[in-house]
């Protein structure tokens, strides 16, 4: 009987002998191949961290001691000792979240998937602790990548204030983040990987002094006094140790026995304490160790034999940007390439390949991206810095007084915006459309195929005195939606025929596709209807209003939030040019979304073309109950 189906919760763990323990390693690790590789998921973190998982829940007492894990996608290993071994319909709807999930079990704490704020959490429990005088531990698991937040060693300054506050922080170091950890900090760790540790030095020293006579224990014990200036001379890890954390480490991440006992000590220890673990990201896996991108840091469906995908999906959104910002390159020497520690997941690869002088990957830290965008612009230069929609979130304030404030002429894209589905609530980039309209002077592009992609980042950079932002979704672009003609700058991309149409689609990014199917459903209930592409949905264009004025209702559709989206915006700006029509917002509900397939969470939100459709030949309906004699309605209509 297989170790791992004897394990049901951390506690089964006790009985296994080290030898066992080994044996359930490379069990864990056959398993995770097996089951992501017939669903996706983050396979390389989760090989990198099967022994220091065992560990932990070997030394700690979850859920009474809580184990934190920043970031969240390493916690499969995780799941599977707390009882979740049907990974099935990983990432699936009904089926087990990519991330820890409460909702799941009761030892999954925080279900956090955005980097670096572990410490942060784990600080604030800390503190909980001491003033209910509880007894339980902290943990937090982060990864030398997350450590080049800000937000981080903004957390570390607060809990090194407290010498006798236990909490203990793992540092699980495989040298990357996605891709290669950059950075001072990197090169620090590096040091810390690449020198024999002072410990072995000085076991090594007592026993040769230990046998010389007289002098030989004096001399040692002047050596132990000597520790500091030791640590600092053969593995200086003074950095942590000056900010008052005990250090422990490094650690082989790979050694269960040692882990185990570097945790207990820190365990035992009554303060702030770092055990620096050393992991092997893509572990046992050898297609994950060939691929020096990522190793295997997300895959899709693969051959479990060969790590081959299964399927190709053609062309997707992401290599349509990087492949126009290599020609951009090429035409205009003053574009430079901004990543936060994810080069290859927003196409900005090939981009470095061509101009690696160009390009500049700032780690974990949207904030510091922005704000360095912001003097590269003021320097000269046209910053692109390309960011997964949910991630620019984190640097609103930065584009708001950095950029903005300074008239940059700074090119945000934004990758994954809209429903992405299967990674959950945190990965949705639901709302960048809503939070950027506040903000003076920015332009926001919505490109609906590959070929707006193209143009709206060509024209993005052209603006020199203002923000710019062009945001697209995330997987396979579909095929090229052409307009009929261009009114301002927005494309008609359907006409009625009619001169007096009765409805005004306003169809945002990748919904083109289904707004024409919408369109398509009304005409067949006599409804007549002109489709709009707006392609820059802030400023909204000043043609619209007129345009709207020659339709009985106006209908927008967007994957963003619905509250403060462009559906508002077309609305105020209706509002403001006199044109008293009703409108219909549609577009995600403010609400965190499960995970599930994009088609499965846009159904399961309404935002399909009969959902719409039908809506709307409602309120047409009312519209024309009206007109034969029915009360008005006090206010234009909203979904």
């Known amino acids: 009987m297989p170790l791992l189906t004897r394990i049901r919760g951390p506690r089964d763990l006790d009985r296994l002998s080290l030898e066992e323990l080994d044996q359930l390693a490379e069990e864990i690790r056959t398993f995770l191949v097996e089951a992501v590789s017939k669903t996706g998921g983050h396979l390389g973190p989760n090989l990198g961290v099967v022994e220091l998982t065992i560990a932990l829940h070997r030394v700690f007492d979850s859920p009474k001691d809580k184990v934190l894990w920043d970031t969240g996608h390493q916690s499969y290993v995780h799941k599977l000792l707390t009882g979740r071994q049907d990974f099935s319909k990983l990432k699936m709807k009904g089926g087990l979240s990519g ?8 030892h999954d704490v925080i279900e956090n998937s955005h980097a670096s704020t572990v410490l942060g959490w ?37 809990i090194a204030d407290a010498k006798d506050r236990p909490l203990v922080i793992v540092v699980n170091d495989n040298e990357r983040s996605y891709a290669p950890t950059i950075g001072g900090l990197a090169n620090h760790l590096a040091t810390l990987r690449t020198t024999d540790g002072y410990e072995r030095f000085l076991a090594r020293g007592k026993d040769l002094l230990e046998r010389t006579p007289v002098v030989g224990r004096p001399l040692y014990e002047t050596l132990h006094g000597a520790k500091k200036g030791l640590k600092d001379f053969i593995a200086p890890q003074g950095m942590f140790e000056d900010l008052g954390l005990k250090y422990v480490g490094p650690i082989d991440g790979h050694d ?46 693969i051959h479990p034999d060969t790590g081959l995908p299964i399927a190709s999906s053609g062309a997707d959104w992401t290599s349509v940007f990087g492949e126009e910002m290599v020609k951009l390159g090429k035409e205009r020497e003053d574009i430079v390439a901004i990543t936060a520690a994810m080069l290859q997941p927003v196409g900005l690869d090939r981009f470095a390949k061509a101009f690696p002088e160009r390009v500049y990957d700032v780690g974990i830290a949207e904030q510091h991206g922005a704000v360095s965008a912001a003097g590269l612009a003021t320097g000269g230069l046209h910053p692109v810095f390309a960011v997964y929609a949910t991630f620019l979130n984190r640097a609103f304030d930065q584009v708001l007084m950095d950029v903005a404030l300074h008239k940059c002429g700074v090119t945000f894209v934004l990758d994954r915006a809209g429903v992405t589905g299967t990674d959950g609530a945190s990965h949705n980039g639901m709302w960048d459309m809503s939070i950027l309209q506040v903000v003076p002077g920015l332009r926001l592009a919505a490109p609906r195929d590959a070929d707006q992609v193209r143009a709206q980042l060509r024209e993005a950079v052209e603006v020199t005195d203002a923000p710019t932002v062009v945001r697209f ?16 700058g927005m494309d008609v991309l359907r006409e009625p025929g009619t001169d007096t149409p009765d409805v005004l689609l306003v169809s945002v990014g990748a919904l083109a596709p289904m707004c024409l199917e919408i369109a398509g459903l009304l005409d067949k209930q006599g409804i007549t209807t002109t489709v709009v592409d707006p392609r820059w949905v802030k400023p909204v264009d000043e043609h619209m209003a007129p345009l709207a004025d020659k339709h009985r209702v106006v209908v927008t559709v967007e994957d963003n939030s619905r509250v403060g989206g462009v559906g508002s915006a077309v609305a105020q700006a209706l ?41 709307v030949t409602g309120l047409v309906s009312k519209l024309d109950g009206r007109l034969d004699g029915a009360p008005a309605e006090a206010e234009p209509a909203r979904d």
């Not at 991330?99 to 009761?106: D, G, L, N, R």
């Not at 339980?136 to 607060?158: F, Y």
């Not at 979704?473 to 301002?488: D, F």
Request: hydrophobic letters at 40%; charged letters at 25%.
């Open 99 to 106: 991330y820890p999930s409460q909702a799941e079990s009761e």
């Open 122 to 158: 784990a600080d604030g429990l800390a503190k909980a602790n001491q003033v209910l005088k509880r007894d339980d531990h902290v943990v937090a698991v982060i990864g030398d990548g997350a450590l080049t937040g800000g937000m981080a060693w903004e957390a570390l300054n607060n």
């Open 256 to 301: 269960i026995e040692a882990l185990e006992s570097a945790l207990a000590r820190a365990k035992r220890f009554g303060g702030p304490v770092i055990v620096h673990c050393l992991t092997e990201k893509g572990r046992g896996y050898q297609p994950a160790l060939q691929d020096e991108a990522d190793r295997f840091h997300a895959v899709g469906k």
């Open 473 to 488: 979704s995330k997987g396979a672009v579909g095929p090229a939606v052409p307009a009929l003609r261009r009114v301002g």
């Open 575 to 615: 509002r403001d040019a006199g044109v008293d029509i009703p409108l219909r917002d549609f577009g995600i509900p403010p609400r965190f979304l499960d995970h599930a397939s994009r088609a499965e969470v846009l159904a399961e939100i309404g935002l399909t073309a009969p959902d719409i459709a039908r809506q």
